[in-house]
């Protein structure tokens, strides 16, 4: 290898060790870079890695080729080819035993002269030495050396004799006569035995890939080819084999000879070495002169009938060891996808390891799962413990847990979800409210939202109410109209009639211990001994904030002089309370007629209680300003509060849109957009995006039995989305559709006997075609006409079908449908079919070996709610 570019060996034996092959041969042993001595031998391969100098052997010079010894005795021993032809075993200054001793620089000596390109040990016998050389014309160029042979004298004629004793040898260590013979008058580049027969040497001969065998080494199979350079074995496919020629690898696969089955992308330089990664199936690296990047290609296999021309899929990667041009490179033999490189210039060692191309797969239930190399890794969302670990859960968790409780089907469980905040549940009862139904158009008004009602408001009265419970006399401006006690009920302030007394609401608030929301709806209301009562009995119930009644004491001392201490330290503290609620009582108390801000934008009170608030204190000049701007911040932040300001409705939809964009929660926009909204909104392709995404989900979550409880109640309550009949039963010889002649049959007459159904209107039994009389196919089990009711099937007695007609329009029961194997075109009625393929995987009928429900790949699947 003087001259030329350097190699890489590792040791088979030892996982740390490996030989560089240059103008002399050095032993490193690698390892991590703490338990390495630092010494002159030591060398940085990596952060992690650093390599020792062991052993240096200068005794073979003109080296070209190396090979190591296989077996574990004795352990270093290399077999060196050199410029002229010889092979000379050599070690690296181990301790050696007999043995070693005895093969330590024997010599194998072919006739003529000429250049060893190639060196390759037998994995089995390790006795065989296979060495390729360059072409001469009386020679062979594949000579096959015995190490355990002997130079016999007197065998030898005298012309050998005359050979040997030009060169200072001791005859007992020099064999000249090769066990096997093989490539006359050709030259041999490469070589590799076989994995699965040892006996089997492939050569890359001139022009030629030629397989050896040694039981008959007269005849042999060889394939007229360029990719001569470089073969080599896949050790995990034995049969695989790869060679190469220029810029241009070959993969052959031994079974099929004639030709590549895969010729990968030329390159543009010449190929240096190509190599099978020993730790990872059907991974190639190759290696093109003057470059610093390793190529890589994985090739995937998919599973494909015998005899099939399909090539495998390849995966192409490229990766950077070092900066500087690669001299060479060498898999580890144990360690995962990992290889050192030497550099072509200055001899410097890398020690890179490829990172492993990620196969990524997310489960629809959350899970994660993905394989890096050997490895199969998987992620799991954890059970969150409390309630600020529940709030961090997944949607798509969240959905499918809803899913699994049949969120949705039960109107109540959707008008009571926390985001809605309460709005559509009192849309849903006022609009279902006797007296409002007698109004006319006043429960379109009420999906229409308070956005809309407010804008037809009309006849408002302005009315001055004093303080109820309080000395002080002052008169408070308060306004009303039939529209804002529409809205006041949409908020769920007051129940129906034409007072408004929310008292009932009160004591709700109070038995759900909302002490804080409840005193300042009473406050609100101009009942100020009525919010002074509910803070002083929150504060003396269990777990009760005692603050409260200084809260308490504070109303109690209420006063409207402007100038007051009460009002200047009420107006300067109130920021200081954490409960917004409190907070908003003072403003209320310490605002200025008709500026009601403080109130108004507190954002963390309910949007409900703010709406009720403005609808009974705004004139009809503030009150569209303040609901449109508060409509505005509701639909730019996604927040479902505002629905009760938009309703169900073209605004509804844009609202709905920012928060399924801010939460991808399309199940709740999917029922609240059916449950409520006229049909022209069902129509917005955004509301039917969210239903075809919740429909595709619970398909994903294999929730079909929910999915087509969904599709049923989309059906009756969004009529035009029910899709028409895609699939009939049509005759073998008239090609009309049985079942839709069935359903256009007249039940009584002298016709319907005729056509083959009983003329009982309890039965329905249609055994032939109704178009041209022919008859339907027998079913493969019972052998009956198809449309013969199964008699063993439960709830096909007369009285359950005759209910059923009436019910339903139904011509027969599942267990009697049609239907077959769309490969064999065999079936029956679906009863039997389902009953045979509980304990067989082949078709029913005689001599037919089709695996009708293995060809279905859903066939084996349990739907995930079928509990």
């Not at 797969?361 to 600020?388: I, Q």
Request: net charge neutral; proline share 4%.
């Amino acid at each position: 290898m003087s001259g030329s570019k350097p190699d890489i060996l590792w040791s088979p034996h030892h996982p740390n060790r490996y030989v560089i092959c240059d103008s002399e041969l050095g032993l490193y042993s690698i390892g991590p870079v703490g338990s390495t001595e630092t010494k002159p031998g030591t060398l940085s391969l990596s952060e992690e890695t650093a390599a020792t100098l062991l052993a240096i052997n200068s005794d073979t010079p003109y080296m070209k080729c190396v090979a190591w010894y296989p077996k574990h005795e004795p352990e270093c021993l290399l077999a060196v080819g050199q410029a002229n032809g010889r092979v000379v075993l050599t070690s690296l200054g181990q301790n050696h035993n007999s043995t070693c001793k005895e093969l330590v620089g024997k010599e194998f000596v072919p006739k003529h002269a000429r250049q060893c390109n190639t060196l390759a040990w037998n994995p089995v016998d390790s006795n065989l030495l296979a060495a390729g050389l360059d072409k001469h014309r009386a020679d062979f160029s594949v000579l096959i050396w015995d190490i355990s042979s002997k130079f016999a004298p007197e065998t030898s004629v005298a012309a050998e004799k005359i050979r040997l004793s030009s060169v200072d040898l001791d005859s007992s260590t020099v064999v000249t006569k090769p066990l096997y013979e093989l490539g006359q008058n050709d030259a041999c580049l490469s070589l590799c035995w076989l994995l699965r027969d040892t006996k089997l040497l492939l050569a890359g001969m001139h022009r030629n890939l030629a397989i050896f065998d040694l039981r008959n080494t007269s005849q042999k199979t060889f394939v007229n080819t360029k990719a001569i350079q470089g073969v080599t074995v896949d050790p995990h496919f034995p049969d695989r084999v790869a060679s190469f020629f220029e810029g241009q690898v070959a993969i052959w696969d031994l079974r099929k000879f004639e030709k590549p089955v895969l010729t990968l992308t030329e390159q543009p330089k010449p190929l240096t070495k190509v190599a099978w990664c020993p730790t990872r199936t059907g991974l190639l690296a190759t290696l093109t002169r003057d470059s610093n990047i390793i190529r890589l290609y994985d090739m995937q296999h998919t599973p494909t009938p015998i005899g099939d021309e399909t090539e495998p899929t390849i995966i192409e990667r490229s990766v950077q060891p070092c900066d500087s041009q690669i001299g060479s490179f060498a898999w580890h033999p144990s360690s995962q996808n990992r290889m050192v490189v030497v550099s072509a210039a200055n001899r410097v060692m890398t020690d890179f390891t490829v990172f492993e191309r990620i196969s990524l797969a997310w489960s629809s239930t959350a899970s994660l799962m993905w394989a890096c190399g050997r490895h199969l890794y998987s992620c799991v969302e954890d059970e969150a413990e409390g309630t600020d670990g529940a709030a961090e859960k997944d949607i798509a968790t969240k959905m499918r847990e809803r899913a699994q409780s049949r969120y949705g089907h039960d109107t109540v469980q959707v008008w009571r979800n926390h985001l809605l905040a309460g709005g559509i549940s009192h849309m849903k009862q006022c609009s279902e409210d006797a007296e409002l139904k007698l109004q006319g158009n006043k429960q379109f008004a009420v999906y229409s939202g308070i956005k809309n009602i407010v804008k037809t408001s009309s006849g408002t009265t302005e009315s001055r109410r004093c303080w109820s419970g309080s000395d002080r006399q002052t008169d408070v401006t308060r306004f009303q109209s039939d529209e804002r006690c529409l809205a006041l009920r949409l908020c769920g302030w007051i129940s129906r009639g034409p007072d408004i007394d929310v008292e009932t609401f009160l004591r709700s608030l109070e038995q759900e211990r909302e002490w804080e929301r409840a005193a300042a709806i009473a406050l609100f209301n101009l009942d100020i001994r009525r919010a002074i009562q509910i803070l002083s009995k929150g504060a003396v119930t269990e777990k009760g904030d005692l603050n409260l009644n200084v809260v308490a004491m504070a109303l109690s001392g209420y006063t409207d002089e402007k100038s007051s201490l009460w009002r200047e330290m009420c107006s300067s503290l109130r920021l200081q309370l954490k409960n917004p609620y409190l907070c908003v009582m003072f403003a209320f108390l310490t605002s200025e007629p008709g500026a009601y801000d403080g109130v108004l934008y507190e954002s963390k009170v309910a949007v409900r209680d703010r709406v009720a608030f403005a609808c009974m204190f705004l004139s009809d000049a503030q009150l569209p300003r303040y609901i449109d701007k508060l409509t505005a911040e509701m639909k730019e932040a996604g927040n479902l509060e505002g629905i009760l300001l938009t309703g169900l409705t073209k605004d509804g939809v844009d609202l709905m849109e920012s928060y399924v964009d801010r939460t991808g929660d399309v199940q709740t926009a999917s029922f609240c957009m059916l449950k409520g909204s006229p049909g022209d909104v069902l129509k917005d392709p955004r509301v039917q995006c969210w239903i075809e995404n919740y429909r595709n989900l619970l398909d994903a979550w294999r929730f079909w039995h929910k999915r087509a409880e969904f599709d049923i109640l989309r059906g009756k309550l969004d009529p035009s989305s029910k899709p028409l009949a895609q699939v009939f039963v049509s005759c073998n010889f008239c090609g009309k559709s049985i079942s839709y002649s069935c359903s256009a049959m007249p039940h009584q007459g002298r016709g319907f006997s005729q056509y083959g159904v009983s003329g009982s209107p309890t039965k329905s039994k249609v055994t032939s075609c109704p178009g041209c009389r022919k008859p339907l196919p027998r079913c493969a089990l019972c052998l009956m006409n198809m449309g013969t009711p199964v008699s063993s099937c439960s709830g096909t007695g007369k009285s359950d079908e005759k209910m059923d007609l009436t019910r339903e329009n139904k011509l027969a029961q599942f267990n009697n449908w049609f239907t077959w194997c769309h490969n064999c075109r065999h079936g029956g009625h679906a009863g039997h079919m389902l009953s045979w393929f509980r304990d067989h995987t082949e078709c029913p009928v005689s001599a037919c070996a089709c695996k009708c429900m293995q060809l279905d790949t859903t066939g084996n699947l349990v739907p995930a709610d079928s509990s």
